[in-house]
C-alpha cells in the first residue's frame, strides 16, 4: 500500500478509536414509560450530557433480561452494566435491606425519603460493596397496595387464605402470614400470567405499578391499604466501575441522582391522578379508612417480633423517630 494511504487509513482507525462508546446494559422490570424507564432515561441523558457520549445507553425494559434477580446476578458477573431494581430480591444480596420492607413502617413518602437519603439510607448502600454491587442512589415505587379477584378487602378477615403473590422477600411473607394470606412468592415476569391462569387470587404493588403494568386488565379489586413502602435501588455492575475514570465515575452517580428524583417525582404523580386511572379503567377500589388500617397493623404485630430480632429494635425505632 502506499505510504500516505497507509497513514490515512491508520489515522482513521485512530479517531475510530477515540469516539468509540461505551455500550451500558440497562435493564429494569416495567416498560420504558414506567417510573423505571423514565429514571432510566435520565440517568442515561445526564451520563451522556456529562461524558460527551462516551458512553451509549441499551435499554431492556419489561424484564427482558430476567426477573430482578437475575439480572442483579448479572451485574455482579459484569454481563450488565446498570439496573433500577426494587427492593424485592435485595436482602438476599443485603440482608440488611430487609429493615427498609417492614410493614407499617414508614409513615408518608417524605418520612421514607429522609430515610433513605440520611445515614440510615446511606449506611445500607454502602453495604453493596461485599456484595459486588455499587448501589449509588434510593429510587422509589410509593406505597404498595392489594388487588384482588376474590373479594373487596376492608379486614384482615378478608384476607384469609387468599393466594397472595407476595415478593421474593422474607419480610413481606411473614406480614403476609401473619395477616391469615397464603403468600405465594414469586418473581414478577410470572405474576401476570399466574393471575390470568387464576393460580393466584392476588398481588400487592403501588400505584405506579399497578398503572404502568396495566393490572387492571387482570385484576377486579383494588383496596387502597398503603401496608408498606416499596423503595427502588439503582445499582452499577463493580466489574464496569471499576474500569471507569473518577470524572465518569461522577458522571454516573450525578446521572443517577437525576434519575432517582426524576424517579420520584413519577410517584407524586401517580400517587395524585392513578386512582381516577384505575377506576376509569374499570377497577372497584376502597380505601382502608385510618381505623381499619390500624386493624392490618395490629395484625402484622406478631411480624415485629421477627424484625426485632433481625434488624435491631434500635435500628427500627431510629427509623420510626426520623422526622
Ligand atoms: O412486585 C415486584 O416484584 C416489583 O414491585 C416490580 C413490579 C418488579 C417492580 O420492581
Avoid at 170 to 179: D, E, G, I
Avoid at 246 to 257: I, L, P, Q, T, Y
Amino acid at each position: 500500500m502506499h505510504s500516505a494511504a497507509l497513514l490515512a487509513g491508520i489515522a482513521t482507525l485512530a479517531a475510530g478509536a477515540a469516539f468509540a462508546q461505551t455500550e451500558v446494559k440497562i435493564a429494569y422490570a416495567l416498560a420504558p414509560d414506567s417510573h423505571y424507564g423514565v429514571a432510566a432515561q435520565k440517568w442515561q441523558d445526564t451520563v451522556e450530557a456529562e461524558t460527551d457520549g462516551k458512553f451509549t445507553f441499551r435499554h431492556f425494559p419489561s424484564s427482558a433480561l430476567g426477573g430482578e434477580r437475575e439480572v442483579i446476578e448479572g451485574l455482579q458477573l459484569g454481563t450488565v452494566e446498570a439496573t433500577i431494581v426494587s427492593t424485592g430480591t435485595l436482602s438476599n444480596f443485603v440482608p440488611d435491606t430487609g429493615v427498609t420492607d417492614i410493614p407499617f413502617l414508614f409513615r408518608s413518602l417524605e418520612h421514607a425519603r429522609h430515610v433513605l437519603d440520611g445515614p440510615i439510607g446511606q449506611e445500607i448502600l454502602a453495604k453493596f460493596d461485599d456484595a459486588g454491587l455499587v448501589a449509588v442512589a434510593w429510587g422509589e415505587q410509593g406505597f404498595r397496595h392489594i388487588t384482588n379477584n376474590r373479594n373487596p378487602i376492608e379486614t384482615p378477615e378478608d384476607l384469609a387464605g387468599m393466594k397472595l403473590r407476595t415478593m421474593e422477600n422474607p419480610v413481606h411473607l411473614a406480614a403476609f402470614n401473619a395477616l391469615g394470606a397464603a403468600p405465594t412468592p414469586m418473581a414478577w415476569p410470572e405474576v401476570i400470567g399466574a393471575l390470568q391462569q387464576g393460580t393466584i387470587d392476588g398481588q400487592e404493588n403501588p400505584l405506579s405499578v399497578i398503572v404502568s403494568a396495566k393490572l387492571n386488565e387482570v385484576q377486579k379489586y383494588l383496596t387502597l391499604s398503603g401496608h408498606v413502602y416499596s423503595p427502588a435501588m439503582l445499582l452499577i455492575s463493580k466489574p464496569f466501575w471499576e474500569g471507569l475514570s473518577d470524572e465518569d465515575k461522577a458522571a454516573f452517580m450525578d446521572g443517577a441522582v437525576q434519575g432517582a428524583a426524576a424517579m420520584r417525582g413519577f410517584v407524586d404523580d401517580v400517587e395524585t391522578s392513578g386512582v381516577e386511572t384505575l377506576k376509569e379503567r374499570g377497577m372497584e377500589v376502597n380505601t382502608l379508612s385510618a381505623e381499619q388500617k390500624a386493624a392490618f397493623r395490629a395484625s402484622v404485630e406478631s411480624a415485629y417480633e421477627e424484625y426485632y430480632d433481625i434488624y435491631g429494635k434500635d435500628l427500627i425505632d431510629r427509623i420510626s423517630a426520623t422526622e
